[in-house]
T-cell receptor, first 111, second 115 residues
Framework: RKEVEQDPGPFNVPEGATVAFNCTYS??????FFWYRQDCRKEPKLLMS???SGNEDGRFTAQLNRASQYISLLIRDSKLSDSATYLC????????????FGKGTHLIIQP | EAGVAQSPRYKIIEKRQSVAFWCNPI?????LYWYQQILGQGPKLLIQ????????DSQLPKDRFSAERLKGVDSTLKIQPAKLEDSAVYLC?????????????FGPGTRLTVT
């Protein structure tokens, strides 16, 4: 079983729609969770951290379910500029804090 | 604030040749990471440095890959000899828990093609 699993997509979504991505992780000792965004041929950039209580940043909402080892990202009122690959990222508990990335979900917002 | 710098941006070599990549992290960031991103995959951690010491190199193929950060600032990653499956983007990232928390800042990457 892969450590972090995501549906690679692509998700083709009309502008203005709401889209949700899910991710599961296998290591129950995982400590921290993030969504990174990666544009084509660019480096990954942090979109938002994911907290147990859920958190929102503008049109983006992230949620964590530790019992099910499941992370989600919801994008409301999607914009053309949201087109990108969204990487689910997990950090294990412990001293080393290298990140474990999923393969990413490719999102295409269509006008 | 200057970001993470990497060079070269692109490199094409033949299999069995050697190649080296350079990274300069954000000023003051003590932790430096090298990731390998194969096309269609997420980045995979190769090695993590804390200042000039190695924290985690469990996923570094040590028979052909080596990395150093001698003065605790910039770092080099070397592949010798290269294989076809090493074709990937090599990303360098840096962080500092007191400055950026767990956020890692990535450089633009070096795109390696092995023919």
């Amino acid at each position: 079983r892969k450590e972090v699993e995501q549906d690679p997509g692509p998700f083709n979504v009309p502008e203005g729609a709401t889209v949700a991505f899910n991710c599961t992780y296998s290591n129950s000792a995982s400590q921290s969770f993030f969504w990174y965004r990666q544009d084509c041929r660019k480096e990954p950039k942090l979109l938002m951290s994911v907290y147990s209580s859920g958190n929102e940043d503008g049109r983006f909402t992230a949620q964590l379910n530790r019992a099910s080892q499941y992370i989600s990202l919801l994008i409301r009122d999607s914009k053309l500029s949201d087109s990108a690959t969204y990487l689910c990222v997990v950090k294990a508990r412990g001293g080393a804090d290298g990140l474990t990335f999923g393969k990413g979900t490719h999102l295409i917002i269509q006008p | 604030e200057a970001g993470v710098a990497q060079s070269p941006r692109y490199k094409i070599i033949e299999k069995r040749q050697s190649v080296a990549f350079w990274c300069n992290p954000i000023s003051g960031h003590a932790t430096l990471y090298w990731y390998q991103q194969i096309l269609g995959q997420g980045p995979k951690l190769l090695i993590q440095f804390q200042n000039n010491g190695v924290v985690d190199d469990s996923q570094l193929p040590k028979d052909r890959f080596s990395a150093e950060r001698l003065k605790g600032v910039d770092s080099t990653l070397k592949i010798q000899p290269a294989k076809l499956e090493d074709s990937a983007v090599y990303l360098c990232a840096s962080s500092h828990p007191l400055i950026s928390g767990y956020e890692q800042y990535f450089g633009p990457g070096t795109r390696l093609t092995v023919t």
